[in-house]
């Protein structure tokens, strides 16, 4: 079936610093991936809509310029977190559309825990 | 909007017990439904899904019906294993699936 690959699966940083998490569809092609942020015992809040050539889609609330995204090719997102700080600390998961007309399902990528210190 | 609501947890049970972990939906027009599971220190993956109305997702021993009646998608699962042990979301998906909105989530303790 359809994966999805997220890396690095763990990051630790200091904080001000910048961090890149990278979500790849394998053996398929992703037009649109979406990213995720997932607090302890809360559920996954969307925060941007990842559209292969142009600019992502930012869900209300969530800072553009804080959260980077850049989905260069059909295979290939990236988030990028800018002058993270420890507030920033969470879960993050991308997903990807994947199956035909009217079976599209999210496949979700396995996740990336970032711990700004 | 659109919103899940699904019982809090966590849930306790012992191995063989039934599971049932209630999931109710607002939504405007007609959703997918789809029961996602996270275990530990993973992303998620989805478990099963409907796509409309009386459809019966299944999968690995666990069901959930899509009820438009009653606005709900319950998890059910006849014997539960300490493998199962994991947090379970329900989730709905409207707008050709481009828009997926999760319920909290529940965790699943199976114990021995």
């Known amino acids: 079936g359809a994966v999805v690959s997220q890396h690095p699966s763990r990051v630790i940083c200091k904080s001000g610093t910048s961090v890149k998490i990278e979500c790849r569809s394998l053996?398929?092609?992703?037009?649109?991936m979406f990213w995720y942020r997932q607090f302890p015992k809360q559920s996954l809040m969307l925060m941007a809509t990842?559209?292969?050539?142009?600019?992502?889609?930012?869900e209300q609330g969530v800072e553009k310029d804080k959260f980077l995204i850049n989905h260069a090719s059909l295979t290939l997102s990236t988030l990028t977190v800018t002058s993270a700080h420890p507030e920033d600390s969470s879960f993050y998961i991308c997903?990807?559309?994947?199956?035909?007309?009217?079976?599209?399902?999210?496949?979700f990528g396995a996740g990336s825990r970032l711990t700004v210190l | 909007g659109d919103s899940v609501t699904q019982m809090e947890g966590p849930v306790t049970l012992s191995e063989e017990a039934f599971l049932t972990i209630n999931c109710t939906y607002t939504a405007t027009g007609y959703p997918s439904l789809f029961w996602y599971v996270q275990y530990p220190g993973e992303g998620l993956q989805l478990l099963l899904k409907a796509t409309k109305a009386d459809d019966k997702g299944s999968n690995k021993g666990f069901e959930a019906t899509y009820r438009k009646e009653t606005t709900s998608f319950h998890l059910e699962k006849g014997s539960v294993q300490v493998s199962d042990s994991a947090v379970y979301f329900c989730?709905?998906?409207?707008?050709?699936?481009?828009?997926?909105?999760f319920g909290t989530g529940t965790k699943l303790q199976v114990i021995p």
């Open positions: 997903s990807a559309l994947t199956g035909g007309a009217g079976a599209n399902v999210l496949t």
């Open positions: 053996d398929f092609q992703a037009t649109t």
């Open positions: 989730a709905l998906g409207s707008g050709g699936y481009q828009k997926v909105t």
């Open positions: 990842s559209n292969e050539g142009s600019k992502a889609t930012y």
